[in-house]
């Protein structure tokens, strides 16, 4: 008998009848002889919407109001399935984050986990009930809501996963595990049997949308075993572990993300400490930034490029507009329409050459690099995001990771995938 915890996220549970099917799932786990905790997300778009409602009323809403508001998603859904589970036979007893102990920091809209007070759920799993845990909140030390930041419910999964020491955690989604990339932009992505926590960890952390990066940082430290796999399908999925006898890949995958913007401040005097003066003050305004490019100066001044999250634009602006006078100049540019693709691989420590293919590659497809970032095993390229699907696409192929299959529900239009590829998913 194994103890599993079971994580559903939006499009698993997006209509009365999907959440019947989740039921099932989680009766046939407990019918195989294991115990299971299940986590889930708010229906199909519901965070999206209720984040819309909170801006029709209020632009710049309140984030304790707002992660009180946004919990609310969880709280739907985790009644509805435990309703589900009861109809069909099965005790089952619904926790929101608060009742199932789940104490976070007092960082609203991204809060960290700091405890997982077990009892009520172990109680509740002894007395013969499937405990069903709302996803993504918690309760910080005043008693106030709190959530994870988007995708936070992966967070939660694994979470529980390890406060209840569970055997593994599965994180069932509307795809069948991890690909080498995302397989509705680049539809001959491949599906990974096992990737290492560090490669998930920085794929997952430039933008790839399976598994939100806090769960697996939080995995990796703790230990806990992911399973990615299907809610529609019996498949194996992909097993997030600690890296071990898994085939060592120079390349494992390749993400994109969309959701930041760049910032070019223009005519910048090339003297000391300005750098720190522009800096310090997008720090103050908590801008959180990822690349940064300086040119070299010509005739004593340069151009300073640097990229941020999208959302983070008003507080950018409202940095630069304190301190351009004190540098001296009055020009800065944004650009909202870029994507980073990012190439991740732990394999690429010992490998020369990434960088050189990558742009010969992107040359050749008349793909226009706009800004380059490296580490030891991630290569990152800013590109317009008008190119992303094709820059996906021509880097997995230049690097040998299509598969021979095609992924058959990539059917998405234009649209559809515009969508998912939109800014701040
Ligand atoms: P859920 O709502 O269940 O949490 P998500 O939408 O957060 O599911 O994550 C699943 C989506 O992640 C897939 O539909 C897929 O488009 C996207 N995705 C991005 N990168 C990858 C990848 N490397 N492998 C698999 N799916 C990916
Ligand atoms: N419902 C939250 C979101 O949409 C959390 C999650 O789905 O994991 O981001
Ligand atoms: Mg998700």
């Not at 000391?272 to 930034?289: E, I, Q, R, T, W």
């Not at 990434?354 to 991630?378: C, D």
């Amino acid at each position: 008998m194994s103890l599993i915890v079971a994580k559903f996220g939006g499009t698993s549970v997006a209509s009365p009848e999907r959440i019947k099917n989740v039921a099932k799932r989680l009766i046939s786990i407990k019918q195989a002889g294991n115990e299971v905790v299940a986590v889930v997300s708010a229906m199909g778009k519901t965070t999206d919407e209720l984040m819309g409602l909170a801006n029709a009323v209020n632009t710049n809403p309140p984030s304790r109001e707002l992660d009180r508001l946004l919990s609310t998603g969880e709280h739907v859904s985790m009644t509805l399935l435990a309703l589900a589970l009861e109809a069909q036979g099965y005790p089952a007893k619904s926790f929101s984050g608060r009742q199932a102990g789940i104490e976070t920091n007092g960082t609203h809209n991204k809060a960290k986990i700091v405890k997982v007070h077990n009892e009520r759920i172990l109680e509740a799993l002894e007395e013969g009930y499937i405990p069903v845990v709302a996803g993504f909140q918690g309760i910080d030390a005043n008693g106030d809501i709190t959530t994870l930041g988007r995708g936070g419910s992966d967070t939660t999964a694994v979470a529980v996963a390890w406060g209840i020491n569970a055997e593994i955690c599965e994180i069932y989604s509307d795809v069948d595990g991890v690909y080498t990339t995302d397989p509705r932009v680049a539809p001959r992505a491949r599906k990974l049997e096992a990737i290492s926590y560090d490669d998930m960890l920085e794929l997952s952390s430039s933008g790839s949308g399976v598994l939100q990066s806090r769960a697996v940082e939080f995995a990796k430290k703790w230990g806990v075993v992911i399973h990615s796999r299907s809610a529609f399908s019996d498949a194996q999925g992909t097993l997030i572990k600690e890296e071990g006898q898994m085939e060592q890949a120079v390349i494992t995958g390749i993400a994109h993300d969309t959701s930041e913007m760049k910032v070019t401040i223009r005519h910048v005097p090339d003297a000391v400490g300005v750098a720190a003066l522009v800096f310090s003050a997008l720090a103050d305004k908590a801008v959180n930034m990822d690349m940064i490019i300086q040119n070299t100066s010509l005739d004593g001044a340069t151009d300073i490029s640097f990229t941020c999250p999208a959302s983070d634009l008003p507080r950018a602006r409202e940095a630069l507009d304190e301190v351009m006078s004190k540098i001296g100049t009055d020009k800065y540019d944004v650009d909202e329409d870029i994507a980073k693709i990012s190439l991740v691989g732990t394999g690429m420590k010992s490998s020369p050459g990434i960088s050189a293919k990558t742009f010969k590659t992107l040359g050749e497809n008349n793909i226009n690099i706009l800004a380059i970032s490296t580490s030891p095993i991630r290569l990152s390229v800013v590109i317009e995001a008008s190119e992303t699907q094709r820059a996906v696409q021509v880097l997995h192929t230049a690097f040998e990771l299509d598969s021979d299959s095609v992924f058959e529900e990539t059917q998405l239009s234009a649209e559809e995938i515009a969508a998912k590829m939109k800014k701040g998913r």
